[in-house]
């Protein structure tokens, strides 16, 4: 029994323009087992499970359904082979009721809702859950809903059910409800997978863990084998050979004036009460997984996101209230954002690299001149692409045609000609090579050294073991923890990032 | 990186020379001197509208509510004259009524994030509908002997170029100056560009898009002014035709890319000359109005799918570095 393998993949591999998400990963799941993945944001979890559902296709590697090589390369293809899959955001059809969401896409010809609510009751009440069949989905709770689309990917018949951080927005009764049902589809001889960050979950509820970190699988086991020690060991620890980050810090820099304050900052569902302080003249690191509410907070600081949700709290910068309604504003008071996603919200790419850098003067400068300057814009271009060093045929090259690193330089580029004395950095070596991720990291250090209060928001551990003078831990929604980076551990600092 | 790619605006230029050739052996009466004449003035007006609506394209909006800007404002002066009123005097207030119109566009769509194409084709028809209701006695604001000047905009020559032309040409420098040499210029394109990366580089995303509209506006009754003055009234219910759609048509095919950020005031010359070569060739060719629209139909579908080809909006593939 324990041999009976319904799911396997051998030497899965999947890179993104060159970049592995996973590499090599062999992984087996046994019929009606519970398996868990855990590792640290960027890991390749979903990755992984992405592959299984059918939603992005293998690079090298092959998957196999009952012994049987296949490769879905669509999720349907994967529900035709009996593995579905719950995501962190709902599939469902909000507007629609539950008996029409779980038929979705197989209705009849004739379709008689009567007919449909017939059955939709015979089978929730097959499966024991207590949801009515005509009640419309977006008038549910979240566990409810999660409810529907298990009993969705049941109805289609799935013997692999794949859940992403299905714990994630459940309130503690629902959550054991829900440990009850994944319990019950396991006696029906389910298979199912889930990836948690809750590690006291993952070792209560499943039967084997699988440890992933930077893309490889570190190690599959028994959950009676792992403790929660073991689990953060295997995936933190990495080989000392890894000199990319540099040794650690010696010494820290010392804290200057007080820049910025947050007190009891609010914003639903994502920030919740959430207190810091900035100092000039250092590097502060944010550490927090994925959902932890560190880029929303200083997305509300410096003004990028809209008030579309409550908003409470006060924000102090040189002791001065701010809060600025857009970025133009923090702009002029000498705040920057450098954003996490570049291509959504970090160039303009049928603008040349020279353009892309003068449009950040112009925004520091409301009141300037009407008329641009040809000259000004060619020398602020080329002064900062020697000084951040961008690699680029010439300085009217687009910025679509760069790397990835040189376009984050670009980026940085278009913030620091505005000359903030407050700089926040938000995965500032997200999707970016080698040297460029060297030459980044010399300039945000380079920066704290002149003096300029620096935020370091990084979902990666060594990045913030490399550069910061100090650590904040964020989750759920707040800072839970401060460390000295002379005090920091890599397993201090991820005890406190997981609940 | 040196790739050999033909741009929109050659390949709509190599087709307009060909039509021209063509047009010029095939068809006799169309080089004429008092063809090209007429072909010239009747797309000047065109011509303007579309340098309106290449602002609000480049700032990656629409504006379909410019006929109603090129037929109101006009309207009034023309109306308020016949009223007794001085020019200059209604002048002023047609003008004041434009900015305010530009400024609800601008207002919908920079504020209240109504889609540009919904907003405008909503005000669009409350304007046309509070002229044709409110404003206007006839369907037809006719000339009235307070105008005297007011026709020297668009008839007769200066220096020997009829006067459409050179209004056009005027509107086509002080675009390309607004565009290419002004720091509100940039803005257009950096916010047609990314609107996103533009809020966040702090640029003053929604003064700018407001600026947009109310110059659109603007532009678009200065093509009315024009239109008056050459026929010596005001006919308001162009409204109803499918003027707006020419107008697209122009700037779509002289390359401006819908999803903004991409073009210039060269791409409205070039669109304009192929629009008004093809639409006077078939005119002489006496093709009937609905098989007119049958081609221009054909046409602008051809150019929106070369459009998406060659100018994709590239938000799905920015999504990607998901792990």
Redesign the interface.
């Known amino acids: 029994m324990s041999d009976d393998i319904v799911l396997s993949l051998t030497k899965a591999t999947k890179l993104y323009a060159g970049v592995a998400a996973i590499d090599g990963i062999d992984f087996e799941l046994r019929r009606g087992e519970i398996h868990a993945l855990v590792g640290e944001n960027g890991a390749g979890k979903s990755t992984l499970t992405k592959v299984m559902a059918g939603v992005v296709t293998l690079t090298s590697g092959a998957m196999a359904v009952d012994g049987v090589v296949v490769s879905p390369k669509s999720p349907l293809e994967a529900r035709n082979l009996g593995i579905a899959m719950v995501f962190q955001e709902n599939s469902l059809v909000p507007t629609m009721t539950v008996a029409q969401n779980l038929f979705l896409g197989q209705e009849h010809f004739y379709n008689r809702l009567r007919g449909i609510y017939i059955a939709a009751q015979q089978f929730l009440q097959s499966l024991n859950f207590d949801v009515t069949p005509t009640t419309t989905v977006g008038a549910l709770g979240a566990a409810k809903k999660q409810m529907v689309e298990i009993a969705r990917a049941v109805l289609h018949k799935a013997k692999v059910i794949i859940f992403d951080e299905p714990t994630a927005t459940l309130t503690p009764e629902e959550k054991k409800y829900f440990f009850d049902l994944v319990r019950d589809l396991k006696r029906r001889g389910v298979s199912i997978v889930f990836i948690s960050h809750a590690l006291e979950e993952a070792l209560a509820l499943a039967d084997r863990i699988t440890v992933l970190r930077d893309a490889k699988k570190v190690v599959t086991d028994d959950a009676v084998n792992f403790d929660r020690a073991r689990i953060v060991q295997a995936m933190v620890g990495r080989d000392l050979s890894n000199t990319l980050y540099g040794v650690r810090k010696a010494s820290v820099r010392k804290a200057g004036d007080r820049v910025l304050v947050v007190q009891n900052l609010k914003m639903a569902p994502m920030v919740k009460n959430n207190s810091l302080s900035i100092f000039a003249g250092q590097i502060t690191g944010v550490f927090g997984l994925v959902g932890a509410g560190r880029t929303e907070t200083f997305k509300i600081v410096s003004g990028v996101l809209k008030r579309d949700f409550f908003f409470g709290g006060e924000i102090f910068l040189r002791n001065k209230p701010a809060r600025f309604r857009v970025p133009a504003l923090a702009v002029q008071s000498g705040v920057a954002y450098v954003t996490e996603d570049r291509k959504v919200e970090g160039f303009f790419e049928t603008a040349s690299i020279a353009r892309n850098i003068y449009l950040g003067l112009l925004s520091k400068f409301p009141r300037g001149r009407a008329l641009l300057s040809r000259r000004e814009a060619n020398t602020v271009g080329s002064n900062w692409i020697k000084a951040l060093n961008v690699r680029a045929i010439s300085d009217e090259a687009r910025v679509v045609e760069l790397s990835g690193g040189n376009q984050q330089k670009v980026v940085i580029a278009k913030s620091l000609v505005q000359e903030p004395d407050l700089i926040i950095f938000d995965e500032p070596t997200r999707g970016v090579d080698v040297g460029a991720i060297v030459e980044i990291h010399d300039l945000i250090n380079r920066l704290a050294d002149e003096g300029k209060a620096v935020v370091v928001i990084s979902s990666y551990l060594p990045e913030i073991m490399a550069l910061s003078d100090r650590i904040l831990v964020s989750r759920q929604g707040k800072v839970v923890e401060e460390f000295s980076a002379l005090e920091a551990t890599e397993e201090k600092i991820m005890y406190a990032a997981i609940h | 990186?040196k790739r050999f790619r033909v741009t929109q605006q050659e390949i709509v230029f190599v087709v307009f020379a060909v039509l021209f050739a063509a047009f010029s052996i095939l068809l006799p009466g169309f080089l004429t001197a008092d063809n090209m004449l007429t072909l010239l003035q009747n797309v000047a007006v065109l011509g303007i509208l579309g340098l309106a609506m290449a602002i609000v394209v480049l700032g990656r909006g629409i504006d379909i509510s410019l006929i109603a800007a090129l037929a109101v404002p006009p309207g009034i002066v023309l109306q308020m004259v016949q009223n007794g009123h001085s020019l200059p005097a209604s002048i002023v207030t047609a003008l004041l009524f434009a900015v305010v119109f530009g400024l609800v566009n601008g207002w919908l769509i920079a504020v209240a994030e109504v889609p540009s194409l919904f907003a405008t084709l909503a005000t669009g028809i409350f304007v046309a509908g509070l002229g044709q209701a409110f404003l206007f006695q006839l369907d037809v604001v006719q000339w009235s002997p307070g105008m005297e000047g007011f026709q020297r905009l668009g008839q007769g020559a200066i220096f020997g170029v009829p006067t459409p032309i050179v209004m056009f040409a005027i509107a086509c420098v002080a675009v390309a100056v607004f565009l290419?040499?002004?720091?509100?210029?940039?803005?257009t394109?950096?916010i047609g560009?990314?609107p996103?990366?533009?809020?966040?580089?702090?640029?003053?995303?929604?003064p700018i898009i407001i600026l947009q509209y109310v110059l659109a506006t603007l532009i678009g009754s200065f093509a009315g002014f024009v239109m008056a003055a050459s026929i010596n009234s005001m006919p308001t219910r162009i409204f109803n035709s499918t003027l707006i759609y020419d107008v697209i048509l122009v700037v779509v095919l002289g390359g401006i890319g819908l999803s903004g950020?991409?073009g210039g005031v060269l791409n409205v010359i070039i669109g304009t000359l192929l629009i008004g070569t093809m639409l006077n060739g078939m005119t002489i060719l006496d093709i009937p109005y609905a098989g007119q629209n049958l081609i221009k139909g054909v046409v602008l579908l051809l150019a929106v799918i070369t459009d998406s080809f060659l100018n994709p909006r590239?938000?799905e593939?920015?999504q990607?570095?998901?792990?």
């Open positions: 990186m290419r040499l002004t720091r509100w210029g940039a803005y394109y950096a560009d990314n996103n990366a533009a809020r966040v580089t702090g640029l003053p995303v929604r950020g991409r590239n938000e593939t920015a990607q570095g998901d792990i």
